[in-house]
């Protein structure tokens, strides 16, 4: 079949599966699989080889990252259990003050909270940031809501664990820990920067308070995100730092005897509880460090192994938080994680069925013709394919992956860092996020804003990150 022939029929199949997706509401699994096969129909794979390669494929993506979101998942649904992340800002806002905020409270999700499956982390952090935001001063609601927007959506896609960040180093055969260290190298500077620019515009009237915020949920604040369905907490009455680590479904202890013991218990130091996640992530970057630098240190090499480390942070995170939330919620969170990691293993493993069937069509040979005379074109092709998908169909993890399913091949054809088509992928993903995403609607509710404030601190700001993140990904080509 011609090259020509190959490009349009993988065209055909990826915007059929955006027109399913949005048009049709057909589920976004589904979606990635039918256009799979039309594509190795479409090539001449034939039916037997287009079925092995979707199967290959999706199980060849399980065998690299399908651990690895597990546990991760795991870990971030018992940390919410604990209640860390209320306890986390909470410190933030006490060591930093309040001017601060909006850059330590962002560069903390987008960082170290990452484990956190990204709806559960938004709906536990928003109310919280929310009733925070005027200490700030003006422009209180502004401010944070972008920060939150652009460290969430950042960190899902640059950091390890987040899901998309495993699933793109998966894919592009990145080893995790050098996707780890990149991802750091990246979205620190894109978060910092981002918020100031976005600050910066706020500050020259970009940001009006009577018309971008919803002041119909002022009455409600105290009660607005947070645990509903706890026994006995009244609408409005304010709970503490300790109650709000509780899931939503669980009920508050009755008794003062049991209040008191329970309240004990969950007061574990907050550097306790993050210390199994901080260990495997420090475990993988060792790893890393070891294997650039060609160290021979068998029992670190070991332990860095992005599968041991996360089974060593997961162990570590259930063993302390047992101490601080009881032996049945830990249970209850692992079986909350189950579920969550559920859909993203699928979506994650039909990405990787699309991935191979672009590879066996050939892709990967006709793309490298095209771009080997330069390595920088090759991350702005990805980086507005992805941002195109998203603008689509509204998802930044389903857009990153579609993205770097398609130009993985052309990665060795060029000579090209996969780990820069990775955060290219992801940065792309970034752009424009809007009244199609989940996440968009979540920020403009819980955090107070109108639909208008929401196309600004979100729609905007996340896509003034994308932009940064491009921008700062296209020298690290230059000198990787």
């Not at 925070?132 to 209180?140: E, R, W």
């Not at 669980?250 to 306790?272: C, F, H, N, Y």
């Not at 995403?437 to 509710?445: E, I, R």
Request: glycine share 10%.
């Amino acid at each position: 079949m011609s090259d020509i022939a190959v490009l349009i029929n993988t065209a055909v199949a990826v915007l059929a599966a955006v027109l399913l997706i949005v048009r049709f509401r057909v589920n976004p699994v589904i979606s990635l699989i039918l256009a799979s096969v039309y594509l190795g129909l479409a090539v001449g794979l034939g039916v037997e080889k287009t079925v092995e390669t979707i199967t290959g494929g999706f199980g060849e993506i399980m065998v690299d990252v399908g651990l690895l979101i597990a546990f991760g998942v795991l870990m971030g649904s018992i940390l919410n259990q604990s209640g860390a992340i209320r306890r986390l800002v909470e410190h933030l806002l006490k060591t930093f003050g309040p001017k601060r905020l909006p850059y330590t409270m962002g560069l903390a999700i987008g960082t170290v909270l990452q484990s956190i499956f990204l709806d559960v982390l938004l709906v536990i952090s928003a109310p919280l940031a929310r009733k925070l935001a005027p200490k700030i001063g003006k422009l209180g609601t502004a401010r944070m809501a972008t920060a939150m927007a652009i460290a969430l959506e950042c960190g899902i896609v640059f950091t390890v664990p987040g899901v998309a960040s495993l699933a793109l180093a998966g894919l592009l055969n990145v080893p995790l820990g050098k996707m780890l260290l990149f991802g750091l190298l990246l979205v620190i500077p894109t978060i910092i920067i981002s918020i100031a620019i976005m600050t910066f515009l706020f500050r020259r009237g970009f940001w009006n308070e009577a018309k971008d915020e919803d002041h119909t949920f002022v009455a409600e604040e105290d009660s607005e995100g947070e645990e509903p369905e706890n026994g006995g907490q009244a609408q409005g009455q304010p709970t503490t730092n300790t109650e709000r680590g509780t899931a939503a479904s669980s009920a508050q202890p009755s008794g003062g005897s049991v209040a008191v013991v329970e309240r004990e218990r969950k007061e574990a130091p907050l550097i306790l509880l993050f210390a199994p996640l901080l260990t495997s992530l420090l475990l993988i970057g060792a790893g890393a460090i070891l294997e650039i630098f060609e160290i021979e240190l068998p029992w670190l090499q070991l332990l860095g192994e992005p599968v041991i480390a996360l089974l060593i942070g997961l162990i570590g995170t259930c063993l302390v938080t047992r101490a601080a939330i009881g032996q049945k919620k830990v249970e209850e969170a692992i079986a909350v994680g189950f579920k969550e990691s559920g859909q993203i293993l699928i979506l994650t493993g039909v990405g990787g069925s699309l991935a191979a069937t672009v590879a066996a069509a050939g892709l990967g040979d006709i793309l490298g013709g095209f771009f080997s005379a330069s390595t920088v074109a090759p991350l702005l092709v990805v980086w507005a394919i992805a941002a195109v998908l998203h603008i689509a169909v509204g998802s930044v993890t389903l857009s990153a992956i579609t993205a770097a399913g398609l130009l993985a091949p052309i990665a060795p054809a060029i000579g090209l860092d996969p780990v820069l088509l990775a955060l290219a992928a992801g940065a792309g993903s970034l752009f424009m996020v809007h009244v199609t995403s989940n996440t968009f609607w979540l920020l403009q509710s819980l955090l107070g804003q109108s639909v208008r404030g929401a196309l600004k601190s979100v729609t905007v700001g996340v896509s003034v990150a994308s932009v940064v993140a491009i921008l700062l990904i296209l020298p690290m080509s230059l000198l990787f």
